[in-house]
């Protein structure tokens, strides 16, 4: 189900910083995944945008995918002006013809004056996306309720040694990687081994042992919640999701790195978007030096660009350096996956097809 939200609050505080401007502004519609990673785009983004051009933003959100996209590109009613997605459905996306392309020479140099080509992270720019983040998919549990808790993705699939409900989002990807993980493929070799059929019959071979306590989540403010409910004992989840719950809610969960599957976030404007240019200058403007900085102090994901690290600091609002709290720190690399868009942008169909029928059994 897609939650739709007005910043109401924002958007009336522009029209009355700027009056008519703001009033005759055409409305923006940016698309996001919603709960604390939407909060950070709105301190980082939306906030100093408004502030500066007067547009008014209308925040939606969604699960992912690019159905949405799709469906209203071919319906020629398109209503989403700029769409946060995960690097595999840009590139697909991108390949069906469903997104404007990007003039990279158009974006802001990096603040020390390196021209953005340069100053973006490798692999982050792409014909019809920008990357924003790089985030991961991690796993959680709560000490509070578990003194010796899980080290490793081996443990989250070990019901017999940590007994309990396990979250897991509800779809193919990354639960084939963790599967695969956990039945000792090494993280270097799980995507030569996932794009055999043996592979795949072995992750979902995994998958099956834990099959019987899974509780499905599809939205990422759902682990979280998930957690604190004690609905769950274990939960896969987005990092940032549950550093914010620690740092910003004060929960006693415990993110374990172990067998993380990082990726990248990024924008997209869908073909024939009704603010197109307002969309363009949302993109410049979100993916500066400062702004991509700025989101790391509300939400513990890593900014695209070279330029924004030196100047990531503290928590916006506690004494906790963000730094560490990054999927890109070393110390949280040592048994990690880079998830292959090139991967799923082409088996993606396939196999949530099989996993479906697989949940359905």
Known sequence: MT???LLASTAVGAAIAFGSVAAQAADLTVVSWGGAYTKSQVE????PFIAKTGTNIRSEDYNGGIAEIKAQVEAGNVTWDIVDVELSDAIRACDEGLL???????????ADGTPATSD????????????????????????SKMADGPKTMGDFFNLQKFPGKRGLRKGAKVNLEFALIADGVAASD????????????????????????VVWWEAGAQPPQMLADGEVAITTAYNGRIFNAVAGEGKPFEIVWDGQIWDLDLWVIPKGAQNKATAFEFLNFSTATEQLAAQASYISYGPARKSSGPLVGKYHNKDIDMGPQMPTNPANLTNAVQ???EFWADNADQLNERFNAWLAK
């Open 3 to 5: 939650i739709t939200k």
């Open 190 to 213: 799980v995507y030569d081994v996932l794009s055999t059929p043996a592979g795949v019959d072995r992750a979902f071979a995994k998958l099956d042992t834990i099959k019987s306590e």
């Open 44 to 47: 980082a983004y939306h906030k």
């Open 100 to 110: 404007e392309t990007i003039d990279h020479s158009t974006l802001p140099a990096g």
């Open 120 to 143: 973006f992270l490798e692999g982050t720019l792409y014909d019809c996306a920008v990357a924003n983040i790089v985030w991961s998919t991690i796993f959680a549990y709560d000490k």
């Open 339 to 341: 998830s292959n868009f």
